[in-house]
């Protein structure tokens, strides 16, 4: 239908009628969501009246926390120390090898299909366990500490990284790549020439992201006794020592803003 | 023409679907030392046969040669082949974080070892080759200023630049000053002209006429995919020219 120009120069706008496809499909995914929401709000057995019941006891806690225990401080830095440490060689490490892979996993500079299609596959796999699984499967084998969390950040980190490099790669524009391959040279030629100045910077930028939330991650990892602070965190709490929670909690915030500072501040230079 | 013939196309025929004639039966001789300019709507088939000269799609009949090379009879033909062309693109197409130098380097990639490439060590040969490259389109002073901080006309002739290191016989041009300003343009093709006074083939597609009379020695007219003029630049008159553009267009 042309829309036509009525009285007084006005336009005549199109009309949508009430029941037209598109408001029905707002109404079909408005039932959808409502069920969804409903049906996980039973599932995750959400129920306030028990945080109600339980938010005294927490306050509890808090107030026999107080003042934060100060007399192991060295033990805890250097086991804070541990954690970043495991952070930096475990994201390194996968950097590393996600640097192969990533190329692979890229569509537009894969060598071949045949290639690309495993390498996504593997490092779908990879980055669907959690650093915490694998630290869990790596300390039943080579032992409790920081080693075990060291692979299981690295395993995860490298599957995750690699995913986000190759998208990196096939978001930068075809020209530069296709003017080199156009005078004859070969395809790694190519890649380490007219690819890697493009793509360095937002390589590097999420090669900080992982860095920082690894840090973060692997205060957790302890738990599963991958060493580092989250170790101490899961003593303290097993033993119902609030005051020496406190000061990891607070060391454990304090390290990771000034880390997440840090790697923001690098990564806007980088842009 | 009375040189070296240096890229030959015969019979060239493309179509993309049974009624979609991109080329039908084009021939091309290009000598050395020749600035030949492709005039032609949009969708005369320039681009096709730019794509054609380069092996970048394959034609459904005809043959291309370039330099002696066979373009479609397999890829080590190609490869030397495409080693003797270079390119020129609308886009200028350099890499935005490397400095004018290292872009007119990307000629060289072909020619040095691979270890060379990935740690970004030409010999010292090849820096004066590029520099000098550089020299000639009159952008020695920018050497090192990165490619993202020069002006399009600057950029297309380090692209300029980028070709001549390449040491190639021919300088395929698809629009290489579509997205330039009147003054850049000019630059531009100049620096393509003093190519040709050293040797070096030029084919050229171009949308202005006077440019094309200012610069090319000769002029090939496509419309719906079959050459419609070829001749010396002199020879023609603009009328005949403007036809094929108002002929198509109507």
Known sequence: ?271 | MAAVVVAAARGLTKRYAPDVTALDDVDLAVGAGEFVAVLGPSGAGKTTLFRCLTGLTRPDRGTVRVDGHDVWSGPRELRQARRAVALIFQQFNLIRRLTALENVLVGRLAHVPTWRVVLRRFTRADRQLALRCLDTVGLLDKAAVRADQLSGGQQQRVAIARALAQNAKLILADEPVASLDPESSATVLQSLRSAVGAGVAVVASLHQVHLARAYADRIVALRDGRVVEDAATARLDVRAIEQIYERSGA
């Open chain 1, 1 to 271: 239908m042309a829309i036509a120009t009525g009285r007084a120069g006005e336009y005549t706008e199109p009309a949508t009628p009430w029941w037209s496809g598109r408001r029905l499909r707002f109404l079909v995914v408005l039932v959808l969501l409502a069920l969804f929401y409903s049906v996980s709000w039973r599932l995750a057995q959400v129920d306030p009246g028990k945080l109600v019941t339980g938010l005294p006891k927490m306050a509890g806690w808090a107030t026999k926390a107080w003042p934060p225990a100060t007399d192991e401080l060295p033990v805890l830095l250097l086991r804070t120390a541990e954690t970043i440490a495991m952070a930096a060689i475990g994201t390194t490490v996968a950097a590393l090898l996600a640097i192969p892979l990533c190329i692979v996993a890229a569509r537009n500079v894969t060598p071949s299909l045949a290639l690309y299609y495993p390498a996504r596959w593997f490092l779908n796999a990879l980055r669907g366990v959690d650093s915490f699984v694998f630290a869990l499967l790596f300390v039943a084998a080579v032992g409790l500490g920081p080693f075990a969390g060291v692979l299981g950040i690295a395993l995860h980190t490298w599957g995750s990284t690699a995913k986000l490099w190759a998208e990196a790669i096939e978001n930068i524009p075809p020209g530069p790549r296709e003017a080199a391959a156009a005078t004859g040279a070969s395809r790694l030629k190519v890649v380490a020439y007219a690819l890697f100045p493009d793509v360095a910077p937002s390589m590097a930028s999420v090669g900080l992201f992982w860095w920082e939330f690894n840090v973060r991650a692997s205060t957790v990892l302890g738990v599963v006794g991958a060493g580092g602070i989250g170790q101490e965190l899961k003593n303290s709490m097993d033993l119902l020592l609030f005051p020496r929670l406190l000061t990891i909690i607070l060391i454990i915030l304090v390290t990771v803003t000034v880390i997440d500072h840090a790697s923001e501040w690098l990564r806007r230079r980088l842009e």
